[in-house]
């Protein structure tokens, strides 16, 4: 059952699409406060009490111990005490002796103290008590987790090229860069769909542009590489530069679509480009007007974009570096720490509140401030190219996703988890956020497998793809001052063709499952916890998860080890993907098992009774030929595969 | 077998203190490259090895598969991506077919890639070839580090009470911050020998001084918290502030003590207290002087320090100021990122190498460039320390540690792994720690329990503090603007008790154990593969070690667990030690298990045959009754337990 309570005047964040009638009075748990001084939800958490969600965040699955913030920030150190990412995903499930689901619709900074003040309590807070709270009891953490997501609409669907492989790095210049990628995985046959474009591709980092002597021919070179199966998918950011003659500028200026200063004028923050405005999505007008820019690429032959720095992110503001610049620091003769920390201080500009403050959007004729709806500007970013991109070709699937997001672009375009490391914790942070990110809307998800910042190496980047290798969004991204980490960059290419190869050889499965997941509502990825809640391992285990409705991934993630400990809450299949296409079969009991997993294998493990289609591996996912297909599992399992040709999107 | 093989003309460090003739010739493994660029020592390592040692640092037990720098540095986050730390230990053990030491008697920055850049092979390589490279072979790898521990003397030997629990804050001011730290534990009945000094003790910062007001009568403050069983212990720095009248700085300054610029005046860096000048302790005569001053201190009762700062930290130089002052960034008009990059560059002042490029040391007559001899800083620093209080008072025994360190330091303090974070993962990082520094001799050693940096939780610091449980020196650290991490700023403090009161009902069995391993220049905690060479599991177990010659532990570090997997390579006791004195055992099969472990409760594992000795619980050290100890084991089992006053040093 859904109850919708609503506090003051909530804005309309559209992150849920079905009409549900307010209830009246109090919510069945907790207690509510409001006053002129915020919100504040408040409920006991019970000994054994779990809580899942928060979609993109850090730390565990189980949430509980530690405060969480929705405040959508561009922060690339995801480190265990970092409070906010770049998604703003306010639903919660209590699970324990009840299960309890919780959404907070707010479009602002909202601050989720989960039983860290104390452990016995729950608190959720914000500035304004302006929302709406939706309540939902079920019989169970996943029938909580389903009726949610009847009410925030369908996942993106994106097109079946998007499961295949992606190779991406922040330096990849010219035409040539692509085409040694793209020749390189041809030469050592390991497949590859994707090569993503990060922001050199553009001419001065101007938004719909391409750098015209890196790429004389971009329409050519796209139709080139879509002959070797490859689709380049271009970044775009939030940010359009000012330049006066840069088309989108003008447009957005003339046009009045830019976020504009409290006197009228267009704010400019510094990002990529230099100085830049920032585009009203949350204005339909103007989202319309950003959407239908997507066409410049589209009509060169594009297919896939990914949408970035839109939290927005901002280095500094016309007026934020005025005010620093109007004290610079003068350090003291004596040369005391204070004076130190106020150097520091000076330059602390970036992604500031107060540059939030300055400017504002246009919705339904009023003007409202940047910071009261700071979470929705990544989603909007990411409907506009949604809704641009339905009327620019409708009916077809582009392959879309996101850094920023909050719930409700969901519905538009899946998201990456940002600027990661390469460490093997997060590793199994990628594992952990899966089933969050699912129970929030998100299914087209990964993470930047081998790590964006820092130095990955040759078995971090392994162990990483083999998980990689169950998560939709498999893409390999690296930031440009990391040691290189495409394939070739190491020894043995032959390992990463075998670990690569066992994702096409997955896909069959993989698809299925993803289609039914957002077609019925259903997470890809479950907690254990969600499926054997009786089970006291079960329901601590954080290291491995279900995938679909037939098999359990436990990936080994840490360095120097020949496999790991997997704990087995039933008796299931042990499968192991191996070089040359070696396939190996163990039934292991129930309880705990070290497993051997060498770095060129891929495990899994299917449940009991059950089996999942494996075809024979491809170059690419349009060359995965069905007659191959066969199924692998229990005697006597059958499996009903769901496919389609992978362009037209489902009716609802 | 040991061998001794020099190059160039190696300074001394006097890390090692054993005489060993230096062999002719090649290494018996590896290749050696000496020249102008510098030296690298190569060899190939087989699929199988592991790599031991390193000391301080981060990643795991077996190093292999990284590279790890010893360039001592003052830098808080110790993420994996960190290639340095706080000390340099270039002792490493490779471990697989055959055993193999491998010591790098160098005093400045040296890099161990191991096989990073390719999996199967390690290169140690720095910039100057004069050093001296010790290669040890053995039956095993405890064999081999017991063969280094021999040569580099016996390691420091603390006083007994310092084996008890410690409080400490940064941000603790006044006498009476400190007697509430030391009621609260007397009222709520929890165990407690020290309360440990952060730099607000000091009058502005100045070492060997006490804040006037906040300490009117500084000796009979001392005197009144050792009535009730606690020791302060104040930390040192080791910059001098630069003030005229104030005792230190005027005669280092007189007699030339303090390091020097290449024109003979006194090199100044920012630290703390401003202004400071670096005591030159690698100059015999300026080390005598700067361990006297620890006089005025232990004139006022003290028995105990902790060195910090002594990498030695520099926030930034006169000159590295001057330098940057005369170039301030000036943001272009068009505001891009590289200006935005300069802006910031331009305050990277701290810890730089152009500042370590400008000081001297004067050393038997010659002036040697710090950077040059940049490792030995603290290690000397401490040794100044040492040195003096045995001169202060012969015989006597001083608490001592030290945050940046040198093997060769071992033998006068210990460490504490500086500045961590309240991460789960730091939890474990302590763990893994252990038996690398205790390889390289520093066997008093603990990490800031709860997390220095960061906001800790209450499981966090329960769970934090039952591993602190073993290690020698147990304190509870954090920073100043982090969550107040007492015991008591959280609800339940009985759970406290039983956590603390459990380290003090191991004290006999963890004092006798740590005699005997620096009496013996034996490990206190052991990599299981250490002792179980043969079992593969065992083998990758690196969350888990061997303590002693009876125990193993096996901590709880995840968040919302009610228990851990455990891997047991043979049949163990499984003692758990819970509130009011309980302790259940259990007797459990080699193989995996998953055990349950209450937040209040501190598990360990007896192996076979052994026994261990338990005494009831005390407030402090002294008062533990040798009549209630008793041994819990196995039956049939004895115990050879090493007990002295744990006042005078033991013979060598």
Not at 194 to 223: A, C, L, Q, R, W
Not at 428 to 440: F, G
């Amino acid at each position: 059952m859904i109850q919708k309570y609503l506090y003051g005047v909530p804005f309309d964040t559209e992150s849920v699409v079905a009409p549900i009638p307010a209830s009246q009075g109090e919510p069945p748990v907790g207690t509510v406060k409001t006053s002129e001084s915020g919100f504040c939800f408040a409920c006991p958490l019970a000994e054994g009490d779990r809580v899942y969600g928060l979609g993109e965040a850090t730390r565990g699955i189980n949430k509980r111990g530690f405060v969480y913030v929705s405040d959508n920030v561009d922060d690339g150190l995801h480190t265990e005490n970092k409070q906010r990412m770049y998604a703003a995903h306010n639903f919660i499930v209590i699970s324990g002796q009840q299960n309890l689901g919780l959404f907070f619709d707010y479009p602002a900074r909202i601050r989720f103290d989960i039983g860290f003040t104390r452990r016995d309590w729950l608190e959720v807070t914000c500035e304004r008590a302006d929302l709406a709270l939706y309540v939902i009891t079920g019989d169970s953490a996943c029938d909580v987790v389903k009726q949610f997501r009847a009410i925030i609409g369908r996942s993106y669907i994106p097109p079946k090229f998007a499961f295949g492989f992606g190779q991406s790095r922040y330096g990849y210049k010219t035409q040539a860069d692509f085409e040694e990628v793209v020749a390189k995985h041809r030469q050592a046959h390991i497949p590859l769909d994707m090569v993503y474009m990060d922001i050199d591709y553009m001419d001065h980092y101007k938004d719909f542009t391409v750098n015209p002597e890196n790429f004389p021919d971009f329409s050519g070179f796209v139709s080139k590489m879509k002959e070797q199966g490859v689709r380049l998918v271009p970044i775009v950011d939030a940010g359009v530069k000012e330049e006066a003659g840069y088309s989108v500028c003008d447009e957005g200026k003339e046009k009045g679509y830019f976020c504009k200063r409290a006197d009228g004028t267009d704010f400019e923050g510094t990002v990529w480009p230099g100085w830049s405005h920032f585009p009203d999505v949350l204005n339909p007008e103007a989202r319309a007007w950003f959407g239908s820019q997507y066409k410049a690429l589209t009509d060169c032959g594009i297919e896939g974009f990914w949408n970035d720095m839109n939290e927005p992110a901002i280095f500094y503001s016309r007026e934020g570096l005025a005010e620093r610049l109007d004290h610079p620091p003068v350090p003291h003769e004596d040369g005391t720490i204070d004076q130190f920390g106020q150097a520091i201080g000076w330059l602390n500009l970036s992604n500031a509140p107060e540059d939030y403050a300055r400017f504002y959007h246009k919705v339904d004729g009023k003007m409202v401030r940047h910071d009261q709806v700071h979470n929705l500007y990544g989603y909007n970013m990411t409907r506009a190219a949604s809704e641009g991109l339905a009327s620019i070709a409708p009916g077809k699937r582009f392959l879309l996703f996101s850094r920023s997001s909050c719930i409700g672009m969901h519905r538009y375009g899946g998201v990456w988890t940002g600027d990661n490391h390469s460490w093997w914790s997060h590793l199994l942070l990628n594992l952990k956020m899966l089933p969050s990110l699912n129970m929030c809307g998100f299914l087209y998800v990964g993470a930047d497998l081998g790590g964006f910042n820092a130095d990955t190496s040759r078995d971090l980047l392994l162990r990483w793809l083999a998980l990689g290798v169950f998560t939709p969004l498999m893409r390999n991204h690296s930031g440009c001052d990391t040691r290189r980490q495409e394939f070739y960059q190491f020894e043995g290419p032959e390992d990463f063709r075998s670990v690569i190869e066992t994702r096409y050889r997955l896909i069959p499965y993989l698809y299925s499952e993803y289609m039914k997941a957002a077609l019925n509502g259903d997470m890809l990825f479950k907690p254990l916890a969600f499926v054997y809640p009786e089970d006291e391992i079960a329901l601590q285990t954080e290291d491995q998860l279900m995938l679909g409705n037939e098999v359990m991934i436990a990936p080994v993630y840490t360095q120097n080890a020949t496999g790991r400990m997997v704990y087995l809450p039933e008796e299931m299949l042990f499968v192991k993907f191996g070089p040359e296409g070696r396939i190996t079969q163990e039934v292991l009991p129930a309880g705990t098992h070290f497993v051997k997993v060498a770095l060129n294998e891929v495990p899994l493990f299917i449940r009991k009774g059950a089996c999942i289609p494996v075809a024979d591996p491809a170059q690419t996912v349009a060359d995965i030929d069905p007659a191959t297909i066969r199924m692998i599992g229990w005697p006597g399992a059958s499996y009903d595969r769901y496919d389609d040709d992978g362009v037209t999107i489902p009716a609802e």
